[in-house]
């Protein structure tokens, strides 16, 4: 079955340790995206791909960096976790045809830096 | 100012309500309109889009779009306890319809 998925799915972790979120889809898209997601505030776009080896900062600036060697994966690591970066991330895909295209959402990553 | 305004709620009706959601938006460049559903712990999954202006009715949902107004909304009717979850509208423009601009949601409750 086609979906996007998300490990791990909550992360409990000290500061100054690095992390890697992970982020996997199945659905063939060629767009990727990273959200930043704190509770009762908007999705805040961090990170998208167009394709393999493509990659762009989004309108909130971010700590955290993103690769894309594979279509299907869109990893996010930070380098050295703080409290600030507490939150929910969300990854998301899309076809790249077209001038509107649904993005498709997996489960999210809840993240706590103590 | 940001772009997209939503009320945050929390918005609790009984079960087989109409309810209306709603938001305003600044940018009269956006030319796609969405909303998503949110359950608790998931992540976000499309419920309608819309081009432009105009309406658009899908079972119990219609959604409107008033660009004049650059408002937005999003109406329930028959509202089931399995609606329960937050709305978050979101729209884009044309030369960037990759990029969304969410709204922060209307968290949502039906009374059984």
């Known amino acids: 079955e086609a979906d996007i998925y998300q490990t791990p799915r909550y992360l409990v972790i000290g500061t100054g340790k690095k992390i890697t979120l992970e982020c996997s889809q199945t659905?063939?898209?060629?767009?990727m995206y990273w959200y930043q997601q704190d509770p009762g505030m908007e999705l805040h776009l961090i990170h998208y791909s167009y394709g393999v080896n493509s990659t762009e900062k989004g309108d909130l600036s971010s700590e955290s960096t993103v690769s894309r060697i594979r279509t299907e994966h869109f990893p996010l690591t930070l380098e050295s976790a703080r409290p600030s970066h507490t939150s929910q991330y969300l990854c998301?895909?899309?076809?790249?045809?077209?001038?509107?295209?649904?993005?498709?959402f997996g489960p999210g990553t809840r993240l706590t830096v103590l | 100012q940001k772009e997209v305004e939503q009320d945050p709620g929390p918005l609790s009706v009984p079960e087989g309500a109409i309810v209306s959601l709603n938001c305003t938006y600044s940018n009269s460049a956006f030319q796609y309109f969405m909303w998503y559903r949110q359950y608790s712990r998931k992540g976000p999954e499309l419920l309608m889009y819309?081009?432009?202006?105009g309406n658009k009715e899908d079972g119990r949902f219609t959604a409107q779009v008033d660009k004049s107004s650059k408002y937005i909304s999003l109406f329930i009717r028959d509202s089931q306890p399995s609606d329960s979850a937050t709305y978050l509208c979101?729209?884009?423009?044309?030369?960037?319809?990759?990029?969304?601009?969410f709204g922060s949601g209307t968290r949502l409750s039906i009374r059984p």
């Open positions: 659905m063939g898209h060629d767009k």
């Open positions: 979101a729209m884009s423009d044309y030369s960037s319809a990759s990029k969304i601009i």
């Open positions: 819309t081009y432009s202006s």
């Open positions: 998301a895909s899309s076809e790249a045809r077209g001038a509107y295209n649904e993005q498709f």
